[in-house]
T-cell receptor
Framework: DAGVTQSPTHLIKTRGQQVTLRCSPKSGHDTVSWYQQALGQGPQFIFQYYEEEERQRGNFPDRFSGHQFPNYSSELNVNALLLGDSALYLC?????????FGSGTRLTVV | GENVEQHPSTLSVQEGDSAVIKCTYSDSASNYFPWYKQELGKRPQLIID?????GEKKDQRIAVTLNKTAKHFSLHITETQPEDSAVYFCAASTETNAGKSTFGDGTTLTVKP
């Protein structure tokens, strides 16, 4: 039974570019949350998707957007990248409760 | 919104000693408090959680206590081992929406052999 898988594992982008990160939830999980974890800090909630809709959103600008597909997989898109967007982006999935994290995508903006 | 503070930021103990990490939260609506362990370069892994209808929960060498009145909860690790060395995060949320958790900034625990 595969856990939460994220791709790519590492990514380097230039300021101003756009990036798409992908997440496949654990089998049977229908809810996906995205977090940003800066170096030395705890994960910060970006948004949550359920039934293909954004259900909750944290304090992140509109440059951060997402999508959930019918198979429950999800994408995180970030436009107009800033140096400060460099972080580990974590996806977590759940079915009515406990959340399982993926290993994350390490995004570096140069 | 919710605000979670975690102390200490670093903790060094001798193998076999106990370690205690404390967190406070601000939103009285929070009723679900998980703890995660994150080893270097790896994903956060849930190690124990507690709900607001319980004051204490134990799982082998790990225990968590919750004081809803004071809005604080703590992680206790007894008989520490070198493999317990990691960053530990506390979090708070409502149980109906545990996916929108507010995390503390983490405690780096080092267990010296």
């Amino acid at each position: 039974d595969a856990g939460v898988t994220q791709s790519p594992t590492h990514l380097i982008k230039t300021r101003g570019q756009q990036v798409t990160l992908r997440c496949s939830p654990k089998s049977g999980h229908d809810t996906v949350s995205w977090y940003q974890q800066a170096l030395g800090q705890g994960p910060q909630f970006i948004f949550q998707y359920y039934e293909e809709e954004e259900r909750q959103r944290g304090n992140f600008p509109d440059r951060f957007s997402g999508h959930q597909f019918p198979n429950y997989s999800s994408e995180l898109n970030v436009n107009a990248l800033l140096l400060g967007d460099s972080a580990l982006y974590l996806c977590a999935s759940s079915l009515a409760g406990g959340y399982t994290f993926g290993s994350g995508t390490r995004l570096t903006v140069v | 919104g919710e605000n979670v503070e975690q102390h200490p930021s670093t903790l060094s103990v001798q193998e076999g000693d106990s370690a205690v990490i404390k967190c406070t939260y601000s939103d009285s609506a929070s009723n679900y408090f998980p703890w995660y362990k994150q080893e270097l370069g790896k994903r956060p892994q849930l190690i124990i959680d507690i709900r607001s209808n319980v004051g204490e929960k134990k799982d082998q060498r790990i225990a968590v206590t919750l004081n809803k009145t004071a809005k604080h909860f703590s992680l206790h690790i007894t008989e520490t081992q070198p493999e317990d060395s990691a960053v530990y995060f506390c979090a708070a949320s409502t149980e109906t929406n545990a996916g929108k958790s507010t995390f503390g900034d983490g405690t780096t625990l080092t267990v010296k052999p």
